[in-house]
T-cell receptor
Framework: GAGVSQTPSNKVTEKGKYVELRCDPI?????LYWYRQSLGQGPEFLIY????????DSGLPNDRFFAVRPEGSVSTLKIQRTERGDSAVYLC???????????????FGPGTRLLVL | AQKVTQAQTEISVVEKEDVTLDCVYE???????LFWYKQPPSGELVFLIR??????QNEISGRYSWNFQKSTSSFNFTITASQVVDSAVYFC?????????????FGTGTRLTVIP
């Protein structure tokens, strides 16, 4: 497929556990974004990568959240010591990155639905 | 600070009716971009339209049309002759023309139900 893919589609974990969520952007897209969507809300920004580096991580709620993109393609969002409040849909998006992502259309993946029990 | 307001939480229409989804935004920047996305029950956000702040021309794409008015900071979306497949949550979003600050600010969405 040519779109953004995310795995797993669903993840159930227990409070206090560690989880990793994976995003595979559209081929050739250098800009990658993570958002979190709670029930009944719009997506909220978490972090943005241009290439391998995190250009803006101002949306990460606390130091339990961390994301990497070591080779400038696939990204992993990591959540340590999960809490029930972390339950949400985690969305990944990518854009071309030609203008460092400024004003570009972001294309979204299907999301990972995380449930922390 | 940036903000997007979608005051209509839920709208129900009967098939073939026209419906307008409202979007009001706030920003102090003079250059910005506005978007509409559709989120069907499957959950994936589908891109519909992108508009920059210097282009106030209305746009029509099939049954969809968008009315951008800077004077009222609005970017409304109209579906003509609605169909059941239009049932979804629709999000309006804003991003700034700033390197390193190009995240999308989303509204809370409007849930549209088209009744057959």
């Amino acid at each position: 497929g040519a779109g953004v893919s995310q795995t797993p589609s669903n993840k159930v974990t227990e409070k206090g556990k560690y989880v990793e969520l994976r995003c595979d952007p559209i081929s050739g897209h250098t800009a990658l974004y993570w958002y979190r969507q709670s029930l009944g809300q719009g997506p909220e920004f978490l972090i943005y990568f241009q290439g391998t580096g995190a250009a803006d991580d101002s949306g990460l709620p606390n130091d339990r959240f961390f994301a990497v993109r070591p080779e400038g393609s696939v990204s992993t969002l990591k959540i340590q010591r999960t809490e029930r409040g972390d339950s949400a849909v985690y969305l990944c998006a990518s854009s071309l990155g030609l203008t460092s992502g400024v004003g570009e259309t972001q294309y979204f993946g299907p999301g990972t639905r995380l449930l922390v029990l | 600070a940036q903000k997007v307001t979608q005051a209509q939480t839920e709208i129900s229409v009967v098939e073939k009716e026209d419906v307008t989804l409202d979007c009001v935004y706030e920003t102090r920047d003079t250059t910005y971009y506005l978007f509409w996305y559709k989120q069907p029950p499957s959950g994936e956000l589908v891109f519909l339209i992108r508009r920059n702040s210097f282009d106030e021309q209305n746009e029509i794409s099939g049954r969809y049309s968008w009315n951008f008015q800077k004077s009222t900071s609005s970017f409304n979306f109209t579906i003509t002759a609605s169909q059941v497949v239009d049932s979804a949550v629709y999000f309006c979003a804003l991003t700034l023309d700033q390197t390193g600050a190009n995240n999308l600010f989303f509204g809370t969405g409007t849930r549209l139900t088209v009744i057959p």
